[in-house]
């Protein structure tokens, strides 16, 4: 087996955001936390021949908490997930946590992470409190992270589109609709041209956006008779 692996998908959960979490009523998607701790996924990875796995926080993220908590609550997972990877140096790897929409909140966070912490990304999610990543109000975001030519992990969260269909959580569903429902608005929005200096990785495969990629191309274009 080949163990020389990196897994850019990692999920961090740490215990604190955990309970807060379920105090706040759980993830909005149906989807029930895994128990979780460093050790067991060090075990996991050594099984699966993965020599780093980089952390992100999963989905829903800090969107159960209040606007005016965010910020904190961004810091104090990213101090976290940052003191892991100064323990374990050659087996895990950081994407920071932003306190979005609040813009200003999270390009200051995102600095804190970049130049204090080290970090190795940022992972967004698809849309926060429904606002979609491509989104004129997150364009000072967007500059930032491109003048740091930036790594940008894409995951997707509960839609604000539609209830989920009763008995499904979103992740088996809608998921893989969301992540590909960000990137192609990124990609209409020029966003793959005016921030090219990021690098974005999207995440489950990206979606559906692989198989419908030339459906996308081709109608896409009668958006913009210029295309892109």
Not at 49 to 54: A, D, L, Q
Not at 130 to 151: C, M, V
Not at 194 to 211: D, Q, V, W
């Amino acid at each position: 087996m080949n163990s020389d692996r990196i897994d850019v998908h990692t999920h961090l959960i740490p215990p604190f955001w955990a309970e807060e979490l379920r105090n706040r009523g759980g993830d909005p998607s149906g989807w029930g936390l895994p128990e979780w701790s460093p050790e067991h996924l060090l075990r996991f990875m050594d099984d699966e021949g993965i020599r780093i796995s980089v952390l992100s926080l999963t989905a829903p993220g800090i969107e159960g908490w209040r606007a005016d908590e965010r910020a904190k609550v961004a810091r104090r997972i990213n101090d976290y997930g940052v003191d892991l990877v100064r323990k374990h140096p050659d087996r895990f790897g950081y994407f920071a946590t932003l306190p979005l929409p609040d813009v200003q909140a999270s390009v200051a966070e995102m600095a804190r992470a970049f130049e204090t912490l080290s970090v190795d990304g940022v992972v967004l999610h698809s849309n926060f409190d429904g606002i979609y990543l491509a989104d004129q109000r997150f364009d000072p975001l967007w500059e930032e992270l491109n003048r740091r030519s930036a790594t940008v992990f894409i995951h997707p969260t509960t839609p604000p589109l539609m209830p989920m269909i009763s008995g499904i959580p979103g992740p088996l569903t809608d998921y893989p609709a969301e992540t590909t429902r960000a990137a192609l608005h990124l990609v209409l929005n020029g966003h793959t041209d005016r921030f090219g200096n990021t690098k974005i990785i999207l995440s489950h495969g990206g979606g559906f956006l692989p198989y419908a990629a030339t459906r996308f191309a081709e109608l896409g274009a009668s958006l913009n008779p210029p295309g892109r």
